[in-house]
């Protein structure tokens, strides 16, 4: 079975530049979560998908962050403008119902110049 | 609000031994999961082993079992046998089972394993 996966792995840009993350959870899995971790903390949710609804979105910063899950598969999360506390790797999950584990992909540590 | 405290930021260990890594929770919940997750250098979480706070038995999952006390709110994980390839972030995290409650991390502990 196909774990989540996620693109690009890496990215640097600068500031008040845009940047888009991809993730495509694992097949079958209704819920999709995004994740920001900064260096030395453990993972914060941003936003919370059921299907292709949000469901939590509270501590995202909507200003400049955005996130769409189109047909309820794979998710885009967006950064427009990124600023320098934006570098942190961004975490991609799925679980089949929202209170049940989460599987991981492998994170896109993004690095704002 | 749910919360979970990682108060070891690291923790050394030498190979064969055994090791907990501590987790203290909080929540008004009155159900709940607990879980453990690995991170290793390469950044992916790797899901360990889930604790139900209704569960009776403590969770076990190969050479990690979870250590549960709910009456101290504590969720401790011990690691038997320790290898080499343990050498990691450890987190701690949980979920309320009530409502869409998200799933909150602690700070996590990194393990390092000597041979």
Known sequence: EAGVAQSPRYKIIEKRQSVAFWCNPISGHATLYWYQQILGQGPKLLIQFQNNGVVDDSQLPKDRFSAERLKGVDSTLKIQPAKLEDSAVYLCASSLVRTDKQFFGPGTRLTVL | ?115
Do not use: H
């Open chain 2, 1 to 115: 609000a749910q919360k979970i405290t990682q108060t070891q930021p690291g923790m050394f260990v030498q190979e064969k031994e055994a090791v907990t890594l501590d987790c203290t929770y909080d929540t008004s919940d009155p159900s709940y999961g607990l879980f453990w997750y690995k991170q290793p250098s390469s950044g992916e979480m790797i899901f360990l082993i889930y604790q139900g706070s209704y569960d009776q038995q403590n969770a076990t999952e190969g050479r990690y079992s979870l250590n549960f006390q709910k009456a101290r709110k504590s969720a401790n994980l011990v690691i038997s046998a320790s290898q080499l390839g343990d050498s990691a972030m450890y987190f701690c995290a949980m979920t309320a089972r009530s409502g869409y409650s998200t799933l909150t991390f602690g700070k996590g502990t990194m393990l390092l394993v000597s041979p």
